[in-house]
């Protein structure tokens, strides 16, 4: 677990032991104690944490821009925490703005240690750009305010492959702002602990390994007695035995305990919850997203599961899928659009599933 989740575990518990048991810490002998820090209700306010931030690939790689921002201490309530994303085609100057003309994949990011060896990517939202156009998002965070305190670095990403000048656009600006609204929240997060960082993997590939990092044991501290689970998950790949992973529908099972959530992961809403009037061909149902669209997380209650002071083992797993269009299959077969098994980084693409996840603990 990342340091500064231990320390707001520290942080939370500690007050909590000396508000119930009236313990103080101060010593008979010390002529001085430093002032108890309580949880107070924040006030209210807008922080901006990207602004036209202009994200491309080009003379310089920017596909990945951090920033630097301060949050409210943990000890700040707050009752409601609502994240402001906002695409738009970057202002050059007098130049005609022209958003990025493909459909990319990106996501934004609490990122530990950032630049060092030990850097630790926390990602918390998932999206996918429009078509030629910019699009506007406003999404509830509240569950996740543990997650935006104190002193961060923030990422976004973007997977564009052009630039100021380029045919095909000049990227995308990009900007992102928390309204924070002071009070108790209906339920009080105090901690978030991620339980997958994002990655990749193969899927339908007997020869490799379905998912490694599908399973993991959490300690459970002291005084945590409900818990949600947030799933980011997105099927990307074409061409292959049953137009895997983008275009197939499979079943996702994550288990919490004893627990058992299974979820089809796909998106039937895309002419519905899409920008509208974009390019390309944003209208067909996806694996879990849609071009233009924020990928909606999937959320399991697993208080049941949470039990104070004890191991939490999570997993996560997806129906079984051989793809039979693929480079080394001894029956090549199954080729949704005939090209053949190679991989053409184009109609045939290799199906792979990007997961991560974080754990929300409550009061």
């Known amino acids: 677990m990342p340091s500064r989740f231990r320390l707001i575990f520290a942080l939370l518990f500690s007050l909590a032991t000396v508000n119930c048991l009236g313990i103080s810490d101060s010593d008979d002998n010390a002529e001085e104690t430093a002032p108890e820090e309580t949880t107070v209700i924040g006030e209210d306010e807008i922080i901006s944490v990207f602004a036209a931030e202009h994200v491309y690939f080009g003379d310089e790689n920017r596909r990945s821009v951090d920033k630097e921002i301060t949050f409210p201490p943990a000890s700040h309530l707050y009752e409601s925490v609502l994240m402001t994303f906002k695409l738009s085609c970057p202002a050059l100057g007098g130049l005609t703005n ?45 569950d996740l305010r ?25 990227g995308w600006a990009v900007d992102v702002s928390f309204d924070m609204k002071g009070g108790t929240p209906e339920n009080e997060p105090i901690a978030v602990v991620p339980v997958w960082t994002s990655h990749s993997f193969v899927y339908g590939d007997p020869n490799v390994s379905v998912n490694p990092a599908a399973e993991t044991t959490l300690a459970v501290p002291e005084g945590a007695t409900k818990g949600t689970l947030r799933v980011l998950v997105t ?16 079943t996702h099972t994550i288990t919490a305990g004893a627990l058992s959530r299974p979820k089809l992961i796909w998106r039937d809403d895309c002419s519905e919850t899409a920008v509208p009037n974009q390019l390309g061909n944003w209208e067909y149902d996806r694996a879990g997203w849609c071009p233009g669209a924020y990928v909606y997380p999937w959320v399991e209650d697993i208080s049941s599961a949470v039990k104070s002071g004890e191991d939490l083992t999570i997993a996560y797993s997806v129906a079984p899928y051989v793809n039979t269009c693929r480079p080394d299959s001894e029956n090549c077969e199954g080729c949704v659009f005939g090209t053949g098994c190679d991989y053409n980084g184009n109609s045939h693409t290799e199906p792979k599933y990007v997961l991560s996840g974080l754990l929300t603990l409550y009061k």
């Open 98 to 142: 022209r958003c990025d003309a493909w459909d990319r994949y990106g996501w934004l990011a609490i990122v530990e240690n950032a630049g060092a060896e030990d850097e630790e990517v926390i990602e918390f939202w998932r999206y996918i750009t429009p078509y030629g156009v910019g699009g506007e998002w406003t999404v509830d965070m509240t």
């Open 146 to 170: 543990p997650l935006f305190s104190g002193d961060l670095t923030f990422r976004v990403f973007i997977d564009t492959w052009v630039g100021p000048g380029h045919e095909a656009g000049d």
């Open 235 to 250: 099927g990307h790949g074409q061409g292959n035995a049953e137009n895997c992973a983008e275009f197939c529908t499979k």
